[in-house]
């Protein structure tokens, strides 16, 4: 597994949650780190991306506002910070670290980098 994502589980809608993805055995490559989702019949979304020399963000609209998207280049981590979190967020988050410049929302994006994802519920 190339790349971690940890933090999942089951909240509340209007509850909080805290994702994180780290690189396994490596650090992180490419130009920025984005997360994704996937929900059960659904194509992969893009949900906020970082750019891991600078910090500039870049986030989905339907996420703007909730979700924070941070990096700790000491503990070579991304992190999402989910905040009131509504059932529509419930999906698969996936992390992934080869994301090209210039920063945007990587819409309909094929990464080589995609791990295992953490399973984000949330009940009404």
């Known amino acids: 597994v190339q790349l971690q994502a940890s933090g999942g589980g089951l909240v509340q809608a209007g509850g909080s949650l805290r994702l994180s993805c780290a690189p396994s055995?490596?650090?992180?490559?490419?130009?920025?780190i984005g997360w994704f989702r996937q929900a059960p019949g659904k194509e992969r979304d893009f949900v906020a991306a970082?750019?891991?020399?600078?910090?500039?963000?870049n986030y989905a609209n339907s996420v703007k506002g909730r979700f924070t998207i941070s990096r700790d280049a000491a503990k070579n981590t991304v992190y999402l910070q989910m905040n009131s979190l509504k059932p529509e967020d419930t999906a698969n988050y996936y992390c992934?670290?080869?994301?090209?410049?210039?920063?945007?929302?990587?819409?309909?994006?094929?990464?080589?980098?995609w791990g295992q994802g953490t399973l984000v519920t949330v009940s009404s």
């Open positions: 992934a670290d080869d994301l090209p410049s210039p920063l945007r929302a990587y819409n309909n994006y094929a990464s080589g980098s």
């Open positions: 970082i750019s891991w020399r600078d910090g500039l963000r």
């Open positions: 055995g490596r650090t992180f490559s490419g130009y920025a």
